[in-house]
């Protein structure tokens, strides 16, 4: 009998026991079912949050790329301002310096430099300036011959350029000044006395210098 009590009471005071654990957590909201449902959500946010910061970081790095890129591009455009500026100024100062070789109130076109040489026994090298005084606006359109003076077969003969198929390289179109240079064949065996030219303007002569070799 004194044994059966004792398993009464020991069934008892588990079931007391049990009663108060399952209170307990009724009482404190504990779920296991819904902390599983609770820590799949935040399972499933965490992962939108990641996405979300991926793309964040891709869109900010695309964002640094073009930045990147447009300083570059900023840097090259400012270093060829600075060039354009500097050639520019030296332009300037070239233009300022011819116009200070023309004479007071020289209008028309002018010849300020001519100068030839023989560079090979058959080849000709010839150097022109020519400059435009006055206030023009208009620029200069038209074109220049040479006119060499040789010495072959025992007999002095005359070479005229430029000849039809060549036309087009001594055309002139200035406003200002403008440079030109030149190498030009010599037949073999001939040798070059002097060299003119002819400063032409829809074929009226506005110009013309010689240089003896």
């Given at each position: 009998?004194?044994?059966?009590?004792?398993?009464?009471?020991?069934?008892?005071?588990?079931?007391?026991?049990?009663?108060?654990?399952?209170?307990?957590?009724?009482?404190?909201?504990?779920?296991?079912?819904?902390?599983?449902?609770?820590?799949?959500?935040?399972?499933?946010?965490?992962?939108?949050?990641?996405a979300e910061r991926d793309q964040f970081q891709t869109t900010v790095n695309a964002a640094e790329s073009r930045l990147n890129i447009e300083r570059s591009f900023q840097a090259?455009?400012?270093?060829?301002?600075?060039?354009?500026?500097?050639?520019?100024?030296?332009?300037?100062?070239?233009?300022?310096?011819?116009?200070?070789?023309?004479?007071?109130?020289?209008?028309?076109?002018?010849?300020?430099?001519?100068?030839?040489?023989?560079?090979?026994?058959?080849?000709?090298?010839?150097?022109?300036?020519?400059?435009?005084?006055?206030?023009?606006?208009?620029?200069?359109?038209?074109?220049?011959?040479?006119?060499?003076?040789?010495?072959?077969?025992?007999?002095?003969?005359?070479?005229?350029?430029?000849?039809?198929?060549?036309?087009?390289?001594?055309?002139?179109?200035?406003?200002?000044?403008?440079?030109?240079?030149?190498?030009?064949?010599?037949?073999?065996?001939?040798?070059?006395?002097?060299?003119q030219v002819k400063v032409l303007e829809k074929g009226a002569l506005r110009a013309q210098q010689s240089e003896n070799l």
């Open positions: 009998m004194r044994a059966i009590f004792i398993a009464i009471v020991v069934g008892l005071g588990g079931a007391i026991a049990m009663w108060a654990y399952d209170a307990g957590r009724s009482f404190t909201g504990f779920n296991p079912g819904a902390t599983k449902e609770q820590l799949a959500t935040l399972r499933e946010q965490l992962q939108q949050v990641s090259q455009l400012t270093e060829q301002i600075k060039n354009l500026e500097a050639e520019n100024g030296k332009l300037k100062d070239d233009l300022s310096f011819f116009e200070g070789l023309l004479p007071a109130g020289a209008q028309g076109v002018a010849i300020r430099s001519f100068r030839v040489e023989m560079v090979e026994p058959t080849q000709l090298r010839y150097r022109l300036l020519l400059m435009q005084g006055g206030k023009s606006n208009i620029d200069f359109t038209g074109n220049y011959q040479l006119v060499l003076t040789l010495f072959q077969n025992g007999k002095n003969a005359m070479m005229t350029l430029p000849k039809t198929e060549s036309a087009a390289s001594f055309r002139l179109s200035f406003k200002h000044y403008q440079r030109v240079e030149g190498v030009l064949d010599i037949p073999e065996g001939a040798t070059v006395k002097s060299v």
